[in-house]
């Protein structure tokens, strides 16, 4: 089956460029997305399509993929992006598939 | 706007069944394909089940084929799904997510909703 792995967390200081990255076997090849999900809330889809923000996400959230990883990259990182982050990919075999997930955390 | 409500969890015995209903508004229901996800406790995020636009593919996680199904009544707006033999493991928060696109797998899951919680437990 197909699986994506993800560091189990990220720190970053508030302003600063935070990067969660996910991999898997030629993920580049398929599309990831990206959700947020904050404490005691439903996820929130912030990246489809490896670079696409859905409306009302804000610019500071992109994403990429290539080879076998796909990058979360939120700049000017602030208080309100502290929250666990999952990606998910589709796989003709094991069909929707998510990260285990990363926790981010600004201090 | 678009609402997902799920409702129909609880707690239940190992190997009992239980089935869950996701009322969906805001948005064309019958053009989506739909899901569910679940999240055991302190857990991540685990596919479970979808279901194409107008019911013909479904698809599941291995973790729950042939326990599991899932169904929609396009003309009522609501996603279903009958959970049986369930087991300790199934305990989890159930959300129900739409797809962002009508006409790709590819897009994500744009909008979910609340959650339901079921509890396996003797």
């Known amino acids: 089956s197909y699986e994506l792995t993800q560091p189990p967390s990220v720190s970053v200081s508030p302003g600063q460029t935070a990067t969660i990255t996910c991999s898997g076997d030629k993920l580049g090849y398929k599309y990831a997305c990206w959700y947020q999900q904050k404490a005691g809330q439903s996820p929130v889809l912030v990246i489809s399509q490896d670079n696409r923000r859905p409306s009302g996400i804000p610019e500071r959230f992109s994403g990429s993929n290539s080879g076998n990883t796909a990058t979360l990259t939120i700049s000017a990182t602030q208080a309100m992006d502290e929250a666990d982050y999952y990606c998910q990919a589709w796989d003709s075999n094991t069909h929707w598939v998510f990260g285990g997930g990363t926790k981010l955390t600004v201090l | 706007q678009v609402q997902l409500v799920e409702s129909g969890g609880g707690v239940v015995q190992p190997g009992g069944s239980l089935r869950l209903s996701c009322a969906a508004s805001g948005f064309a229901f019958s053009s989506f394909g739909m899901h569910w996800v679940r999240q055991a406790p302190g857990k991540g995020l685990e596919w479970v089940a979808f279901?194409?636009?107008?019911?013909?593919?479904?698809y599941f996680a291995d973790s729950v084929k042939g326990r599991f199904t899932i169904s929609r009544d396009n003309s009522k707006n609501t996603l279903y799904m009958q959970m049986n033999s369930l087991r300790t493991e199934d305990t989890a928060i159930y959300f129900c997510a739409k797809d962002r696109d009508s006409s790709s797998w590819y897009a994500g899951l744009d909008y979910w909703g609340q959650g339901t919680l079921v509890t396996v437990s003797s």
């Open positions: 279901i194409q636009y107008e019911g013909s593919k479904k």
